[in-house]
């Protein structure tokens, strides 16, 4: 099955920079990577997603970027904030027979923004 | 995005006994839903897909027997743990597909957070 590794585990930036968590996928015929935000105790959010036949897409401060040959995705956020604090889960996801698809996460990366 | 509920949100029960979670999607029709453990600082494991109408496909490692699920109705899908024991005490979250679009994006619950004494 489809293996997801994601690095770094914790991650600690200044308000004001910029963080990037990157992650591999094992499964070539995985094709839908979403991103989730979850903070502590709640539902992870959806953030952003991107196709596999799209190398980049952004949304204000947030982008992620897909080299579908290494098998890498990664998420980009400029300008953090306070708020941006929480843990990211990167996910890839295959297509099922009969339709619909499957999530595997990375393991989540615990981002710290400090004033 | 769109809107799925989980209910309850919190939950203490005694070793033995069973206890059954509530997924529903508010504003859209999911003809799939997935049910997740999280443990403390730890990643979503798929636990099962839910299919309406038709058996919820398990993964690997998890019993189907202690594990019911049911996907009754398009916007309702429930998980009951049969008699709980402490080890199946854990951060369950459903999510539900959204059928419109590409119909990939997966939309979760706010979890429940069960505690087996």
């Known amino acids: 099955g489809e293996n997801v590794e994601q690095h770094p585990s914790t991650l600690s930036v200044q308000e004001g920079d910029s963080a990037v968590i990157k992650c591999t996928y094992s499964?070539?015929?995985?094709?839908?990577f979403p991103w989730y935000k979850q903070e502590l105790g709640k539902r992870p959010q959806l953030i952003i997603d991107?196709?596999?036949?799209?190398g980049e897409k952004k949304d204000q401060r947030i982008a992620v970027t897909l080299n579908k040959t290494a098998k890498h995705f990664s998420l980009h956020i400029t300008e953090t904030q306070p708020e941006d604090s929480a843990v990211y889960f990167c996910?890839?996801?295959?297509?099922?027979?009969?339709?619909?698809?499957?999530?595997?996460f990375g393991t989540g990366t615990q981002l710290k923004v400090e004033l | 995005g769109a809107v799925v509920s989980q209910h309850p949100s919190r939950v203490i029960c005694k070793s033995g006994t069973s206890v059954k979670i509530e997924c529903r999607s508010l504003?859209?029709?999911?003809?799939?839903m997935f049910w997740y453990r999280q443990f403390p600082k730890q990643s979503l494991m798929l636990m099962a897909t839910?299919?309406?109408?038709?058996?919820?496909?398990?993964e690997q490692g998890v019993e189907k027997d202690k594990f019911l699920i049911n996907h009754a109705s398009l916007t309702l899908s429930t998980l009951t743990v049969t008699s709980a024991h402490p080890e199946d005490s854990s951060f369950y979250i459903c999510?539900?597909?959204?059928?419109?679009?590409?119909?990939?994006?997966?939309?979760f619950g706010p979890g429940t957070r069960l505690l087996v004494l």
């Open positions: 999510s539900a597909r959204d059928p419109r679009g590409r119909g990939e994006t997966q939309y």
């Open positions: 499964d070539s015929a995985s094709n839908y």
């Open positions: 991107i196709r596999s036949n799209v």
């Open positions: 996910a890839a996801s295959i297509s099922l027979t009969g339709g619909g698809n499957k999530l595997t």
């Open positions: 504003d859209f029709q999911a003809t799939t």
């Open positions: 839910s299919n309406e109408g038709s058996k919820a496909t398990y």
